[in-house]
């Protein structure tokens, strides 16, 4: 009987307790997260450092801005006059099929649906771009490249045989008609229309493959997983060469389009391959033959004026800028864009 009231006892006591405990774990836990909360208030993401954190930063945020998506959708694909006026004229087309049409076109092919608007305190999206330049010769950034969440690359760059400098993952390739290459399935291919033909040739090459040629004889049929393909929206394009390079040259590179895509998409940009060498060369880094500074007066871009926007984006710590083996200076541009109009 003694014993039996001892174990009640022993019962009732325990039970009380972790009454108690449940009650107060919750408030305490609470409580703390409070003080948390207002002792680190939460950023616009979840990683270290933010891309869209804005602070007190006015230059950054008179042209950074989050609501002009980068990635055509059916809905964001209708244009003002303006932006299409303006699109239209880059590469001068004659005779443009109807815009409306063709974009119903592809979006009968391909998804419809941004896939990044999902920004917010529990988001930490890391990125790494990668340009084209000579400077990742030797530079060894293959697993640092890789070990980002995102790898985006451009145009003709290729992994095979290059890993150790340039890694061998890619999950979005940048590219355009007459710069186009296969694709493995994991990767999304990411076109920067410059004209309403490229859009029509987008369609061709995911499958039939009639269009061979725009201004210069292009790929009839480019290798890609059609789920992951993405289009480079013309009114992003318009808002980067306004907002960020002030009007400045014809149109910005794809190494500039590529950066931008990136600090809109990403929480954290890495970026790697862009600028010369450290002899002051522009080439691609899968090119022997070293090309001599006269490469990079395109004619079409302002590399200057991307470079300094670049570099001023690093200053103000928005993006980390790997220079390979050269570590003076650096340049926005990617040497990677001739063979425009
Ligand atoms: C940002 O973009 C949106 C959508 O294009 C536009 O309505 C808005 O005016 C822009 N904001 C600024 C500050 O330019
Ligand atoms: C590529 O991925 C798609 C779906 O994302 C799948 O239907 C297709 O079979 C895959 N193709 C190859 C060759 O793995
Ligand atoms: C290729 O596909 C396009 C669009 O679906 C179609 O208009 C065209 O007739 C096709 N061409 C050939 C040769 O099949
Ligand atoms: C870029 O920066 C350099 C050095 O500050 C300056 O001389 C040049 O005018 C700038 N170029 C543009 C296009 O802003």
Redesign the pocket.
């Given at each position: 009987m003694f014993l039996k009231h001892r174990t009640l006892v022993l019962v009732f006591t325990a039970v009380s307790f972790s009454t108690l405990l449940l009650t107060f774990r919750d408030p305490g836990a609470y409580l703390l997260r409070y003080a948390a909360a207002r002792l680190f208030p939460r950023g616009p993401c979840g990683c270290r450092r933010c891309v869209a954190a804005l602070r007190d930063d006015a230059w950054f945020s008179q042209r950074f801005n989050q609501s002009v998506q980068p990635l055509m959708t059916r809905e964001n694909s209708v244009l003002t006059e303006d932006t299409f006026t303006w699109w239209q004229w880059l590469q001068a087309e004659r005779h443009p099929a109807s815009y409306p049409l063709v974009v119903d076109q592809l979006f009968q092919l391909i998804p419809d649906q941004d896939r990044y608007q999902d920004a917010g305190p529990d988001r930490c999206r890391t990125c790494s771009v990668v340009g084209n330049s000579g400077n990742l010769k030797g530079s060894g950034y293959g697993a640092l490249i890789d070990s980002r969440d995102l790898v985006i690359r451009m145009n003709k760059a290729p992994t095979r045989g290059f890993q150790d400098d340039v890694g061998t993952r890619t999950t979005h390739h940048v590219m355009y008609p007459e710069s186009a290459v296969d694709l493995d399935n994991d990767t999304s291919l990411v076109l920067v229309p410059f004209k309403t033909l490229d859009l029509q040739w987008l369609v061709s090459a995911l499958t039939n493959g009639t269009i061979q040629r725009t201004y210069l004889p292009v790929k009839s049929k480019v290798q890609a997983n059609r789920e992951k393909v993405l289009v480079y929206s013309p009114t992003f394009f318009k808002y980067v060469h306004e907002s960020w390079l002030e009007g400045?040259g014809r149109y910005p590179s794809t190494g500039f389009l590529s950066l931008m895509l990136a600090l809109h998409i990403c929480d954290e940009v890495s970026v790697f391959g862009f600028g010369s060498d450290q002899y002051g060369n522009w080439h691609h880094y899968w090119e022997t033959n070293v090309l001599s500074g006269a490469f990079r007066l395109t004619g079409v871009h302002?590399g200057?004026?991307e470079?300094?926007v670049t570099l001023l984006l690093e200053d103000r710590d928005k993006i980390q800028m790997f220079r390979g083996q050269r570590d003076t200076g650096g340049q926005g541009q990617d040497p990677d864009v001739q063979g425009t109009t």
């Amino acid at each position: 009987m003694f014993l039996k009231h001892r174990t009640l006892v022993l019962v009732f006591t325990a039970v009380s307790f972790s009454t108690l405990l449940l009650t107060f774990r919750d408030p305490g836990a609470y409580l703390l997260r409070y003080a948390a909360a207002r002792l680190f208030p939460r950023g616009p993401c979840g990683c270290r450092r933010c891309v869209a954190a804005l602070r007190d930063d006015a230059w950054f945020s008179q042209r950074f801005n989050q609501s002009v998506q980068p990635l055509m959708t059916r809905e964001n694909s209708v244009l003002t006059e303006d932006t299409f006026t303006w699109w239209q004229w880059l590469q001068a087309e004659r005779h443009p099929a109807s815009y409306p049409l063709v974009v119903d076109q592809l979006f009968q092919l391909i998804p419809d649906q941004d896939r990044y608007q999902d920004a917010g305190p529990d988001r930490c999206r890391t990125c790494s771009v990668v340009g084209n330049s000579g400077n990742l010769k030797g530079s060894g950034y293959g697993a640092l490249i890789d070990s980002r969440d995102l790898v985006i690359r451009m145009n003709k760059a290729p992994t095979r045989g290059f890993q150790d400098d340039v890694g061998t993952r890619t999950t979005h390739h940048v590219m355009y008609p007459e710069s186009a290459v296969d694709l493995d399935n994991d990767t999304s291919l990411v076109l920067v229309p410059f004209k309403t033909l490229d859009l029509q040739w987008l369609v061709s090459a995911l499958t039939n493959g009639t269009i061979q040629r725009t201004y210069l004889p292009v790929k009839s049929k480019v290798q890609a997983n059609r789920e992951k393909v993405l289009v480079y929206s013309p009114t992003f394009f318009k808002y980067v060469h306004e907002s960020w390079l002030e009007g400045r040259g014809r149109y910005p590179s794809t190494g500039f389009l590529s950066l931008m895509l990136a600090l809109h998409i990403c929480d954290e940009v890495s970026v790697f391959g862009f600028g010369s060498d450290q002899y002051g060369n522009w080439h691609h880094y899968w090119e022997t033959n070293v090309l001599s500074g006269a490469f990079r007066l395109t004619g079409v871009h302002d590399g200057d004026m991307e470079s300094n926007v670049t570099l001023l984006l690093e200053d103000r710590d928005k993006i980390q800028m790997f220079r390979g083996q050269r570590d003076t200076g650096g340049q926005g541009q990617d040497p990677d864009v001739q063979g425009t109009t």
